[in-house]
């Protein structure tokens, strides 16, 4: 019998690989292309208190107005309900007070680069970017930073499920770590996503999922991809060391230098954005795929969209025989159940 389906295939990453696109890991030697950044490791207490349910934040410094100083649940939870210490206990953890040595670290950033944006080893909370004063990730203080790291499914990601596409079962324990980069302002119609399966670029993709009408030409005429292809190939891929790898880039004017936003494992867990699973481990193809007028729809809805779903769906839903496949799946496993 024929399949007029793609099968989901598996797309797996050593420990090894994985914890190679930590942050730490790979600024070092492309420190030169990346925005000044600086890093400390987190104890397990600070972890913990990432970890757990609520979010309370120190006293609000007297100059600052605006942002969203405090989110407790203590009004919501009656005043009979004494019988969870714990939940007590972790709502009066106040990081400035507990963690001094992280506190002084942030200090630090701010004072160096005054606008910071913050990422755990892999991810940064983009997904809580809406509780943040103007929706971004610009972190002007001390609370805006915690309160980002709090309120995101992709920072719980990175603590609870780092190694989920793991092509091992047993997998080493990770050293956590709280990078704060240097806050740059980017254009998101000028960074892109490439592709890279054993040594070799397999795919480009513009990473925003916007449809800017001037990119297409604007990407002939400055001849981009010729320039990424050649930064890829010359500066990234012989000094890293996973052969397949999926890499962040910006290109901003006057597009002659690129930018290194971040580096992910080659695994499901980094969104495919323009591309199918299928597409990037069977086929290569050199130009930049664009959101264009006809696909402006089908891909907005994708946005942050790893942290809603499953990724299997996710990703399926981007290749009609590959979410047939999982459906048939579905309707199996329910049998059994
Ligand atoms: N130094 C920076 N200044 C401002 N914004 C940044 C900076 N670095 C990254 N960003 C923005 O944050 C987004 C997410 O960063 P990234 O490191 O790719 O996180 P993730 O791996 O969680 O997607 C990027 O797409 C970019 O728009
Ligand atoms: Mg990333």
Same mark, same amino acid.
């Given at each position: 019998?024929?399949?007029?389906?793609?099968?989901?295939?598996?797309?797996?990453?050593? $420990?090894?690989?994985?914890?190679?696109?930590?942050?730490?890991?790979?600024?070092?030697?492309?420190?030169?292309?990346?925005?000044?950044?600086?890093?400390? $490791?987190?104890?397990?207490?600070?972890?913990?208190?990432?970890?757990?349910?609520?979010?309370?934040?120190?006293?609000?410094?007297?100059?600052?107005?605006?942002?969203?100083?405090?989110?407790?649940?203590?009004?919501?939870?009656?005043?009979?309900?004494?019988?969870?210490? %714990?939940?007590?206990?972790?709502?009066?953890?106040?990081?400035?007070?507990?963690?001094?040595?992280?506190?002084?670290?942030?200090?630090?950033?701010?004072?160096?680069?005054?606008?910071?944006?913050?990422?755990?080893?892999?991810?940064?909370?983009?997904?809580?970017?809406?509780?943040?004063?103007?929706?971004?990730?610009?972190?002007?203080?001390?609370?805006?930073?915690?309160?980002?790291?709090?309120?995101?499914?992709?920072?719980?990601?990175?603590?609870?499920?780092?190694?989920?596409?793991?092509?091992?079962?047993?997998?080493?324990?990770?050293?956590?770590?709280?990078?704060?980069?240097?806050?740059? %302002?980017?254009?998101?119609?000028?960074?892109?996503?490439?592709?890279?399966?054993?040594?070799?670029?397999?795919?480009?993709?513009?990473?925003?999922?916007?449809?800017?009408?001037?990119?297409?030409?604007?990407?002939?005429?400055?001849?981009?991809?010729?320039?990424?292809? %050649?930064?890829?190939?010359?500066?990234?891929?012989?000094?890293?060391?996973?052969?397949?790898?999926?890499?962040?880039?910006?290109? $901003?004017?006057?597009?002659?230098?690129?930018?290194?936003?971040?580096?992910?494992?080659?695994?499901?867990?980094?969104?495919?954005?323009?591309?199918?699973?299928?597409?990037?481990?069977?086929?290569? %193809?050199?130009?930049?795929?664009?959101?264009?007028?006809?696909?402006?729809?089908?891909?907005?809805?994708?946005?942050?969209?790893?942290?809603?779903?499953?990724?299997?769906?996710?990703?399926?839903?981007?290749?009609?025989?590959?979410?047939?496949?999982?459906?048939?799946?579905?309707?199996?496993?329910?049998?059994?159940?």
């Amino acid at each position: 019998m024929t399949r007029d389906y793609a099968v989901l295939e598996e797309v797996k990453a050593t $420990p090894q690989e994985i914890l190679n696109c930590s942050y730490s890991k790979w600024y070092p030697v492309f420190k030169e292309h990346t925005a000044s950044s600086m890093i400390i $490791p987190l104890p397990q207490e600070f972890i913990h208190y990432l970890s757990s349910e609520s979010i309370h934040l120190p006293e609000p410094p007297r100059d600052v107005q605006g942002t969203i100083e405090e989110i407790s649940e203590e009004d919501s939870e009656s005043d009979s309900d004494d019988d969870d210490d %714990e939940w007590e206990t972790e709502l009066r953890v106040d990081p400035t007070k507990e963690f001094p040595m992280i506190n002084e670290f942030i200090t630090k950033a701010l004072d160096k680069y005054t606008y910071v944006t913050p990422k755990l080893n892999w991810s940064a909370p983009k997904d809580a970017s809406w509780i943040m004063i103007d929706n971004t990730l610009k972190c002007r203080n001390t609370n805006d930073i915690y309160l980002l790291l709090k309120s995101s499914d992709h920072i719980t990601h990175d603590l609870d499920h780092p190694f989920d596409e793991s092509s091992e079962i047993e997998n080493p324990p990770v050293e956590y770590e709280l990078v704060l980069r240097k806050w740059k %302002e980017i254009n998101p119609s000028l960074e892109f996503r490439v592709f890279v399966r054993n040594g070799v670029i397999v795919g480009k993709s513009q990473r925003d999922l916007n449809y800017y009408d001037f990119l297409k030409n604007l990407i002939e005429e400055e001849k981009i991809n010729d320039i990424i292809n %050649e930064f890829i190939n010359y500066e990234v891929i012989p000094k890293f060391n996973n052969r397949s790898f999926i890499i962040d880039i910006y290109v $901003p004017r006057p597009y002659k230098k690129i930018r290194i936003i971040d580096i992910n494992a080659f695994t499901r867990v980094t969104d495919s954005i323009l591309y199918t699973w299928p597409e990037l481990i069977n086929d290569q %193809e050199d130009n930049i795929r664009l959101i264009t007028e006809t696909n402006i729809g089908r891909f907005r809805t994708k946005a942050y969209s790893e942290s809603q779903v499953p990724l299997d769906v996710v990703n399926a839903s981007a290749d009609p025989g590959a979410l047939a496949e999982l459906a048939k799946e579905w309707q199996i496993n329910e049998r059994k159940d």
